[in-house]
């Protein structure tokens, strides 16, 4: 059962990385207007932007947008040019190539149905330690080298448990196909109940909660922004960046925060299926988008609603609640999930 | 000086309540985001929606011109330099037949640069002719910074949006008052 219109793969693959290329930015203006421009204003009791555009300030965003286009494109002068001004595409490449396995319906993925679809997606999320690291130091700027590193360190210390989080989620639905994965919670039963289907944030709590905690470090949000903490480090390592370079970064980091919603919806939340609508179902190629990205925008109001909360943590105390808290409790989980798959 | 010899031991409080009690913290600043989000917010939308001031706010300094006398008080006193007044004399017809001519100081300039302007108010204080009063006016801001030297017409508009003053206490003698 596929789309009736037979077209090469080539064209087919060009639309798909528009249709990503047009994702990016779309789910960043999304995630930014409706959070950080005016769910974070009502939660200090303000209002936000209000003029632009006319209706509750929505033309902000764009308007930033256009100009941080138009602003003058600074390299220093002591810059590794080639790597510096390749550093924020890599950033945003990490946060396109993980697109590619996030399913939006029963016929359709973004782009690939892989069987490691998991197992990518987690890959290629840390492309965007490298674009750090040399953001970092190709601009040769003591305050973006700090910035950089202590991004990596942080960085590697919480794919740890983001990958041993996701884990529980995997070994439940015995597949680390993401389409799998959702075709599970759609069919699945609790305990021989299967009014709700099977959605893996009932079972798998620990491992919902581990995974948000280590998505908000992932992704350098508050409280765990230390990478560019302004009062230490200025801006990390965006420091010596502008214009367009500048939102390139932007870009990432929220297009990115729209993906781990997306990754986060699909693993624990049923991804693109409804209760009650049989998954077959070919009306759920139209809703499941839908219903998706209504599932992301309630996993990204859970991200930005803690943002928007909790001050920065010391650096010390990231690397504790990583090292100490996040990975031990991440491996009780999975042999917790293990031994009652085992048992059940 | 004396010390303590027998200092409180420092209480190791246990694992879990300090877990507990962290966890339940954290919970309850995501309450308070939360119920902040739904109240409604505190912000005036200035340009649309206008706040009145309270009566007696520092906006702007008015000047009711009839009863200067070109004393020079308030512009001598003025911390910034930013009152500048200009007058001259004149000759008044006697009061009483056969009298000596009057001489009075007309008042011919009297401005006040209010990008100079600290609103200390201590020209308001020291006038002794009540020309000087704070008016909570607020909206006089311009495009050019040279422009916010206002004249004494401009400064006279802004007598009409000075508050009546106070009455005074019961049984309280007005100095000088002509009966």
């Given at each position: 059962?596929?789309?009736?219109?037979?077209?090469?793969?080539?064209?087919?693959?060009?639309?798909?990385?528009?249709?990503?290329?047009?994702?990016?930015?779309?789910?960043?203006?999304?995630?930014?207007y409706?959070?950080?421009?005016?769910?974070?204003?009502?939660?200090?009791?303000?209002?936000?932007?209000?003029?632009?555009?006319?209706?509750?300030?929505?033309?902000?965003?764009?308007?930033?947008?256009?100009?941080?286009?138009?602003?003058?494109?600074?390299?220093?002068?002591?810059?590794?040019?080639?790597?510096?001004?390749?550093?924020?595409?890599?950033?945003?490449?990490?946060?396109?190539?993980?697109?590619?396995?996030?399913?939006?319906?029963?016929?359709?993925?973004?782009?690939?149905?892989?069987?490691?679809?998991?197992f990518?997606?987690?890959?290629?999320?840390?492309?965007?330690?490298?674009?750090?690291?040399?953001?970092?130091?190709?601009?040769?700027?003591?305050?973006?080298l700090?910035?950089?590193?202590?991004a990596?360190?942080?960085?590697?210390?919480?794919?740890?448990?983001?990958?041993?989080?996701?884990?529980?989620?995997?070994?439940?639905a015995?597949?680390m196909?993401?389409?799998?994965?959702?075709?599970?919670?759609?069919?699945?039963?609790?305990?021989?109940?299967?009014?709700?289907?099977?959605?893996?944030?009932?079972?798998?709590?620990?491992?919902?909660?581990?995974?948000?905690?280590?998505?908000?470090?992932?992704?350098?949000?508050?409280?765990?922004?230390?990478?560019?903490?302004?009062?230490?480090?200025?801006?990390?390592?965006?420091?010596?960046?502008?214009?367009?370079?500048?939102?390139?970064?932007?870009?990432?980091?929220?297009?990115?925060?729209?993906?781990?919603?997306?990754?986060?919806?699909?693993?624990?939340?049923?991804?693109?299926?409804?209760?009650?609508?049989?998954?077959?179902?070919?009306?759920?190629?139209?809703?499941?988008?839908?219903?998706?990205?209504?599932?992301?925008m309630?996993?990204?109001?859970?991200?930005?609603?803690?943002?928007?909360?909790?001050?920065?943590?010391?650096?010390?105390?990231?690397?504790?609640?990583?090292?100490?808290?996040?990975i031990?409790?991440?491996?009780?989980?999975?042999?917790?999930?293990?031994?009652?798959?085992?048992?059940? | 000086?004396?010390?303590?010899?027998n200092?409180?031991?420092?209480?190791?409080?246990?694992?879990?309540?300090?877990?507990?009690?962290?966890?339940?913290?954290?919970?309850?600043?995501?309450?308070?985001?939360?119920?902040?989000?739904?109240k409604?917010?505190?912000?005036v939308?200035?340009?649309?929606?206008?706040?009145?001031?309270?009566?007696?706010?520092?906006?702007?300094?008015?000047?009711?011109?009839?009863?200067?006398?070109?004393?020079?008080?308030?512009?001598?006193?003025?911390?910034?330099?930013?009152?500048?007044?200009e007058?001259?004399?004149?000759?008044?017809?006697?009061?009483?037949?056969?009298?000596?001519?009057?001489?009075?100081?007309?008042?011919d300039?009297?401005?006040?640069?209010?990008?100079?302007?600290?609103?200390?108010g201590?020209?308001?204080?020291?006038?002794?002719?009540?020309?000087?009063?704070?008016?909570?006016?607020?909206?006089?801001?311009?495009?050019?910074?040279?422009?916010?030297?206002?004249?004494?017409?401009?400064?006279?508009?802004?007598?009409?949006?000075?508050?009546?003053?106070?009455?005074?206490?019961?049984?309280?003698?007005?100095?000088?008052?002509?009966?």
């Amino acid at each position: 059962m596929s789309l009736a219109v037979d077209i090469g793969w080539g064209t087919t693959l060009g639309i798909k990385t528009l249709v990503v290329m047009g994702l990016i930015p779309v789910g960043a203006l999304v995630l930014g207007y409706t959070f950080l421009l005016k769910m974070m204003s009502h939660m200090q009791s303000r209002l936000g932007p209000m003029d632009p555009g006319g209706f509750h300030g929505w033309y902000q965003l764009i308007g930033d947008g256009l100009k941080f286009i138009q602003k003058e494109d600074i390299i220093p002068a002591g810059a590794d040019k080639r790597v510096f001004k390749l550093a924020p595409a890599i950033v945003v490449l990490s946060t396109f190539l993980m697109f590619v396995v996030l399913p939006g319906g029963p016929d359709f993925v973004v782009a690939k149905n892989l069987d490691v679809g998991v197992f990518y997606a987690l890959a290629v999320s840390s492309l965007s330690v490298i674009g750090v690291l040399m953001a970092g130091w190709a601009s040769s700027n003591k305050y973006a080298l700090l910035g950089s590193l202590r991004a990596a360190a942080q960085l590697i210390a919480y794919e740890l448990p983001l990958v041993l989080a996701v884990i529980g989620a995997v070994v439940q639905a015995g597949t680390m196909n993401l389409q799998g994965i959702v075709r599970f919670q759609a069919d699945g039963a609790i305990f021989g109940w299967d009014g709700l289907g099977h959605p893996l944030i009932l079972t798998q709590f620990v491992g919902f909660a581990l995974f948000m905690v280590a998505a908000q470090a992932e992704l350098s949000q508050p409280p765990f922004d230390m990478p560019v903490a302004e009062s230490e480090l200025v801006a990390g390592y965006m420091v010596e960046y502008t214009g367009f370079r500048f939102l390139f970064f932007f870009i990432g980091e929220f297009g990115t925060a729209f993906v781990y919603a997306g990754l986060a919806a699909t693993l624990f939340l049923g991804g693109w299926s409804l209760p009650f609508v049989d998954a077959d179902d070919n009306i759920m190629n139209f809703l499941g988008p839908g219903v998706l990205f209504a599932k992301i925008m309630l996993v990204a109001f859970l991200m930005f609603w803690a943002r928007f909360t909790y001050p920065r943590l010391r650096e010390d105390q990231l690397q504790a609640l990583a090292w100490k808290w996040l990975i031990p409790i991440a491996l009780v989980n999975i042999l917790a999930t293990g031994a009652l798959k085992v048992a059940f | 000086m004396t010390t303590d010899t027998n200092p409180t031991p420092p209480t190791t409080p246990k694992l879990g309540n300090v877990a507990a009690k962290q966890v339940k913290g954290m919970l309850g600043g995501l309450g308070v985001t939360l119920r902040t989000m739904f109240k409604p917010a505190v912000t005036v939308q200035y340009p649309h929606e206008k706040e009145a001031p309270p009566t007696r706010a520092r906006g702007v300094i008015a000047l009711k011109e009839e009863n200067c006398t070109v004393c020079m008080l308030c512009a001598r006193s003025c911390p910034d330099w930013c009152i500048y007044i200009e007058g001259h004399k004149e000759k008044r017809p006697p009061r009483r037949e056969g009298g000596r001519e009057r001489t009075v100081s007309v008042l011919d300039r009297f401005d006040i640069d209010y990008a100079l302007c600290m609103y200390c108010g201590i020209c308001v204080e020291v006038c002794p002719f009540d020309a000087l009063h704070w008016s909570p006016e607020y909206e006089y801001s311009e495009p050019s910074i040279a422009h916010l030297l206002h004249d004494k017409d401009r400064l006279g508009e802004w007598e009409a949006t000075v508050p009546e003053a106070e009455p005074l206490e019961l049984g309280a003698v007005v100095k000088g008052a002509k009966k």
